[in-house]
RNA sequence: GCGACUGUAGCUCAGGUGGUUAGAGUGCCAGGUUGUGGCCCUGGAGGUCGUCGGUUCAAGUCCGAUCAGUCGCCCCA
């Protein structure tokens, strides 16, 4: 868990909301170019929905869910994932029904139970995209060349590791083959593979283990075992991305966490990020919608991690495009009695509903004081207003950058700086 | 859930083998006549030394526990 602030700490740079917006914004735009719309649904959820959709066997049901029963005896969850909440959102407004094809993103914070560490948090934020409706291998590849473009566009260096889990009728087939070839050497295994093996054979791939690794070496491979028509599609997609110059690879021993994965899954993994360099991942599903209690409806998608989004950024040194927070124009009174300062009050008030962003100081600051707030918030026109001013309807417009200043009617101000503007 | 390391001003950090009122830089605030800014000069505020307990005449410093954080394992975003 972690704030973020508005100012920025020479510790964490990236934890700011300057660059958080910056990074959304990216995001969005990406999205909606791409004919995605929003979807916003709630951090709880009733527990048997991740059950259901995740796995009760995977490790995010197991041992990472914030679960909680409620006054009313209800489990409920905050969500680990965002694509079971939408599934569960789209059914119960009948999404599928009315759009036979539905593009959807979302932005919205994650939560897992797990031993927090540099880009891991227990509440972290996810960019993601869900697609309902399709089989076509193009839309596999829209839905990585998105995730791809997404970082490459920022300047984070990344690469893709591609799979195919086939369908379940194909999994059950490998999954037998896999434990037939590990059944002999099942004593060498390390307690978590033999955990795996009993529990979950699929992710005994998943391990890093040196022993565990050698034992596999030899072990057959799940895209052997791919029927015909999930080989194809595979194929496709491959055929796809090369079509679109996105670089990949090919990783047999790429298992995602869920079990809800079908057909082809995929992580996109960082460089220079520790122990956490997976980027994003995602995958097609098409069996979760039916699994969830909707008609059968395939979908896939992706979530992009905001944390280590930022993260690669600040290890490769890009600082994201942000916003302009400096004030267009800053008001300074003068005088004894303040004597600008009603005008000023109004002034402020015209120049905001003008769309010109602009402050002033209240903190009583002295005259010195006011031009030194107006620097250090990086004002480009300091707008001075003292007796002389308001006894002739004027005020005075300073550019900062250059230093030149004007009289000018009070009237004209949001004209003028405008036209400055231009 | 397991392991290693780290906790001293808002921030970045100093504070050999325990010894008076715990320091610096930076930031913040004020002043340098409230009619001209950035720079500069002067001054100021701000710390129960993570917390609790122990050893000692004496603990920021040694010991224990606890909490938090960082990093790694696991897993993932």
């Known amino acids: 868990m972690y704030d973020v602030l508005p100012y920025a700490s020479s510790k964490e740079p990236w934890l700011t909301t300057a660059r958080w917006r910056a990074i959304e914004r990216h995001f969005r735009e990406m999205v909606l170019r791409a004919g995605y719309r929003e979807i916003r649904t709630p951090i709880l959820e009733p527990t048997e929905l991740f059950k259901r959709s995740i796995g009760e066997a995977t490790d995010i049901v197991s041992k990472e869910m914030f679960t909680f029963v409620d006054r009313g005896e209800r489990s409920l969850t905050m969500k680990p994932e965002g694509t079971a909440p939408a599934v569960r959102a789209c059914i ?34 996810q960019l993601g995209v869900e697609v309902f409706g399709a089989t076509d291998p193009a839309i596999d590849a829209e839905v990585l060349a998105l995730a791809m473009s997404f970082f490459t566009t920022l300047g984070v260096r990344c690469r893709l590791h591609l799979n195919s889990v086939g369908t379940s009728e194909c999994r059950a087939t490998y999954r037998e083959a896999l434990k037939a070839y590990v059944r002999p050497s099942l004593a060498h295994l390390s307690e978590e593979g033999k955990m795996r093996f009993e529990v979950n054979p699929l992710r005994m791939l998943d391990t890093k283990d040196q022993k565990d690794l050698a034992i596999l070496a030899g072990a057959p491979v799940l895209r052997d075992f791919l029927s015909e028509e999930s080989s194809q599609h595979f194929a496709q997609v491959q055929e796809y991305l090369t079509a679109l110059n996105i670089p990949f690879a090919i990783d047999d021993g790429l298992v995602r966490g869920f079990d809800y994965y079908s057909g082809t899954v995929f992580e996109i993994k960082g460089e220079g990020l520790g122990a956490q360099d997976a980027l994003g991942g995602g995958g097609r599903y098409d069996g979760l919608v039916e699994e969830c209690g909707g008609t059968a409806v395939p979908g896939l ?64 600051k002295n005259f010195r004081r006011q031009f030194k707030r107006a620097d250090d918030l990086g004002t480009k026109f300091y707008i001075i207003i003292g007796e002389d001013e308001v006894a002739s309807g004027t005020v005075q417009l300073k550019d900062r950058a250059s230093g030149e200043q004007e009289k000018i009617e009070l009237d004209s101000v949001v004209p003028v700086i405008k036209s400055k503007l231009l």
């Open 301 to 364: 998608g992706f979530g992009i991690g905001m944390e280590r989004c930022l993260l690669a950024l600040e290890a490769l040194g890009i600082a994201p495009p942000q916003d302009d927070e400096s004030p267009v124009a800053f008001i300074i009174t003068a005088g004894e009695q303040q004597a600008g300062k009603t005008t000023a009050v109004r002034l402020l008030q015209t120049l905001r509903s003008a769309g010109i962003a602009a402050d002033m100081d209240y903190l009583g």
């Open 92 to 125: 119960e407004h009948g999404l599928f029904a009315e759009h036979p094809l539905l593009k959807l993103f979302y932005i919205g914070q994650n939560f897992r139970y797990e031993r927090g560490q540099k880009g891991r948090y227990r509440q972290h934020q």
